[in-house]
């Protein structure tokens, strides 16, 4: 979740993938963000002209969609966008969680598979809904999977993951890496911890959704794509992540410099991608049929000028809720 109910309003602290696919929902106006290089454009165009079918949304906050020949892949769905006070200055650790089926359905299509960075609400609220309704296999921690069960799934619909697994879901690689929450001004973060068995009932507050561990995806689909590397929060392991090499990297957007060097040890450990698309520096208390709004304690700014100077030949795109890309991160498609 944002750093931002860490810093003010949380009374609890004191390998590898792709995109390629069939016609994603809605789209609005992408917000443009900096230009590559003749060699970075070239690059990205060449790897992708395979896969032109490939399509991604952006479904704020750190989730995609990602659908590729009639196929449909979920990280961090998080859809209901239910408020709690955080971007209000009176921040409820006590909100009750609540799912609207009708707003998840206008988005999620006919998933396949649900990739979960971690447990807190803003990543995991719409997933059991999602699990249950559509059937879709969910990756996960331990955490998430014991959290998933309480609310009903099915465990044989659930894989859980540590990080170093890298598995063919037909087609669909998908490569696991252990990764860091984000951390405040404080070095926190809300409501930590780990779950080695489902809670005896359900939960029913945004508190009872502990971070459990924090995951990445890299995910490819087919031969001739490219491949994207998908975070949940803005920290992350050099070890983990040494080598993948991702043509698009959604990057989450820190909100403090806790995290020493964040941006330019990430895009070493990553390879300058081709293609930087900062995620979760949305307020994801807002409708996404709205345009995208700032969370104030993220300076968006100031991350995409690190970006480019760090790694100049990355090409970097800020996304909109309603946009349809293609597998280069270009918009395709834009409606009302």
Known sequence: MSDTADTQRDPMLGRRSLLRGAALGAAAPLLPAATATATASTSISASTSASASASLRWLGTSGWRIDVDGRTVLFDPYLTRF??????????????????????????????????????????????????????????????????????????????????ELLDFDGIVVDVAAGLHSRNKKYAYFAPGTLDTPPAAPPRTIAELPEGDTLAFQVTAGSGGPSAFLMGASDFSERAVQGLRPDLAMVAVPSSTATHHYVPRLLRALGSPGVVVPVHWDNFEEPLSEPPRRDPSMDLDGFLAQVHRESPASRIVVPDYRTVYGADMRPRLQTS
Do not use: C
């Open 83 to 164: 408020k709690t006070g955080l971007f209000d200055g009176a921040f409820r650790a006590d909100t009750e969680l609540s799912t609207d089926p009708e707003v998840v359905r206008q988005h999620i299509g006919a998933p396949e598979l649900v990739l979960v960075s971690h447990s807190h609400w803003d990543h995991l609220a719409d997933v059991p809904y999602i699990a249950k309704s559509t059937g879709a296999r969910v990756v996960g921690t331990e955490t998430t999977y014991h959290l998933l069960v309480a609310f009903g799934v099915d465990p044989g619909q659930i894989s859980v993951v540590k990080g170093g």
